[in-house]
């Protein structure tokens, strides 16, 4: 195996796949990546059982080939080279890399023992905007529950084609406290029907790392590819590729916990509200986390949190106030985390009572949705 490429060609593709690459007491091997070469090009691959990933890298190709090299270690030393050609030869079981007039070894394991990575055959797929898939990810995967007694939980819900939205994807994430969920339209083209799966949470983050990988100066892809079967998720990004498992299960009936009717509404501006919600934050029960929020008959919603060991902290701030007023307990962390992700620069609160979930939404965002359910009394 005999081949060349430009220093930011390879660390590139190393960036995108190296990631995956997982220590293993049992399968040294894991921490490596696999590199083939061909006569259509030089592939990069690497996979923790769970997921792989494969990248496609711009180069000349000298002699075919394929072995396995320490993922980091190459990315490492790769990422202190200077911009420029990197020429790299197998010589027995070690990696010769000659550049800048220095010349490294490499030692690496054969192919043999890496695992064969399966590749679903799909005809065609779900073509999305990588930058709304991007957005729709960090809205959500926030919510994904950490707690492995309910495996439905540990992902995200994606939903294509459904009954409400044809021309739509829709992606949902609770851990039973919270629910995040975010909808993003479907470029022309692809599956016509309806399909849905559930995503594991990491392989959701990787998709959201790899779309943002791409450098400005490259020429980034205008769509990603979702193609799935009943078991497998593939992803395709132009000459990226991620492979994953998917949760097996049914994801809960989430729409049936979001409210449509209310008893109050308020819009305030966000980050008022963000900065509001953390001066109380300092001042909430360790333990509970919890904060107050009180909706007046003046049109005002206050901020509040007292702790007997810490002290008090009591803010107003303006609304557009329609409806009762009200009252609500929430957790400082979840909320926090809504409101970051909204973009708007108001949001909207609506609320039934201290019993039951709050909806929050940007001001004329229909896209996103965000549910807390209250600290109950």
Known sequence: MKFACTQENILQGLSI??????????????????????????????????MAISSKVRGRVETEGEFTFPAKLLFDYVSL?????????????????????????????????????????????????PVE?????????????????????SGIACYFRGDEDKNKMVIAATDSYRLAE?????????????????????????????????????????????????????????SVMLISRLIEGSF???????????????IVH??????????????????LFDV?????EDGQLGVSSADSGTGEHHAKLDTEFSGAPNHATINFKYISDGLNVIETDRVSLQVIDGMNPILIQGDGDTAYSYVVMPIRH
């Not at 010589?91 to 679903?120: C, H, N, Q, W, Y």
């Not at 339209?185 to 998709?207: F, H, R, W, Y």
């Not at 966000?270 to 333990?287: C, H, V």
């Not at 107050?292 to 007046?296: E, G, K, M, P, R």
Request: charge should be neutral; aromatic fraction near 6%; glycine fraction near 6%.
């Open 252 to 266: 809960p009936d989430y729409k049936q916990i979001i409210p449509d009717t209310f008893q109050t509404t308020a």
């Open 17 to 50: 796949v190296g990631h995956v690459a997982s220590k293993s007491s049992h399968l040294p091997i894991l921490e490596n990546v696999h590199i083939k070469c061909t006569s259509s090009g030089i592939e990069l691959s690497t996979t923790n059982l769970e």
């Open 182 to 238: 975010a909808k993003l339209a479907l470029q022309d083209g692809g599956k016509k029907e309806t399909m849905n799966c559930i995503v594991p949470a990491k392989s959701i983050q990787e998709i959201g790392r790899i779309l943002s990988a791409y450098k400005d100066d490259m020429e980034t892809p205008g769509s990603v590819v979702w193609s799935m079967n009943q078991s497998q998720l593939v992803i395709t990004y132009g």
């Open 133 to 153: 898939l991007k957005k729709a990810i960090t809205r959500t995967v926030f919510a994904v529950s950490g707690s492995e007694s309910r495996p439905e939980l």
């Open 81 to 129: 080279l200077p911009v420029g050609k990197i020429d790299m030869e197998l010589v027995d079981d070690t990696l010769v890399i000659e550049a800048d007039g220095k010349k490294t070894k490499i030692k690496g394991m054969p192919t043999s023992e890496f695992p064969l990575i399966p590749r679903l055959v799909v005809e065609d797929g779900y073509a999305l905007d």
């Open 270 to 287: 966000r980050r008022d509200l963000l900065k509001a919600i953390r001066a109380a934050s300092l001042f909430s029960r360790k333990g």
């Open 292 to 296: 107050h929020l009180n909706f007046t």
